[in-house]
C-alpha cells in the first residue's frame, strides 16, 4: 500500500508505503499515476469543478496493483496504491479514505507555521496515514 500527496505541479508533498521493500515500485506507479490523474481532470474540465466530485475513482489497475486517484480543489492530488488481491475493499471505502485525508490535510494548511507547498512532517497526518495503511493491509 503506498499513499502519496502531491502539490499542483505534482512534486510530492507527502510520500509513505508499506512494506518499504517495494518502495522504489510504488514511488514509479504513483508518480506515472500523477500523469493520468491530470488527464483525468482536463477531460473532466469543467465539469468537475460544477459538480465538486473530488473523487477520481480508479485510475488504473495493473496485475499486482489498484491504482485510485482524488484532486482537491486547489489541485492537490492525493494517489493511493492498493494490493489487487484485497478485495474486501469496496469503492465507497477507498473513497472515504481520502475524505479523511483530505479533512487531514486541511488541518496542516490551517496550521500557521507550515508554508504551502513544503513538505508535510507532521505527527497526526502519520499517526492517521498509518492507522489507514493497517485498516487496508
Known amino acids: 500500500v503506498s499513499i502519496i500527496c502531491s502539490s499542483p505541479q505534482n512534486y510530492p ?3 509513505r508505503s508499506v512494506p518499504t521493500e517495494n518502495e522504489l515500485k510504488f514511488h514509479y506507479t504513483v508518480h506515472t499515476s500523477l500523469d493520468v490523474v491530470d488527464e483525468k481532470i482536463s477531460a473532466m474540465g469543467k465539469a468537475l469543478v460544477d459538480q465538486r466530485e473530488l473523487y477520481l475513482g480508479l485510475l488504473y489497475p495493473t496485475e499486482d496493483y489498484k491504482v485510485y486517484g ?3 480543489n486547489s489541485k492537490v492530488k492525493f494517489v ?3 494490493d489487487s488481491s484485497n478485495t474486501a475493499l469496496r469503492d465507497n471505502e477507498i473513497r472515504s479514505m481520502f475524505r479523511k485525508l483530505h479533512n487531514s490535510y486541511t488541518d496542516i494548511m490551517c496550521n500557521p ?3 504551502p507547498g513544503d513538505r508535510i512532517h507532521s505527527r497526526a497526518f502519520d499517526t492517521m496515514v498509518n492507522s489507514m495503511m493497517m ?3
Request: net charge neutral.
Open 70 to 72: 482524488y484532486v482537491t
Open 80 to 82: 493511493m496504491v492498493v
Open 13 to 15: 508533498l507527502y510520500i
Open 135 to 137: 485498516q487496508v493491509c
Open 113 to 115: 507555521f507550515y508554508n
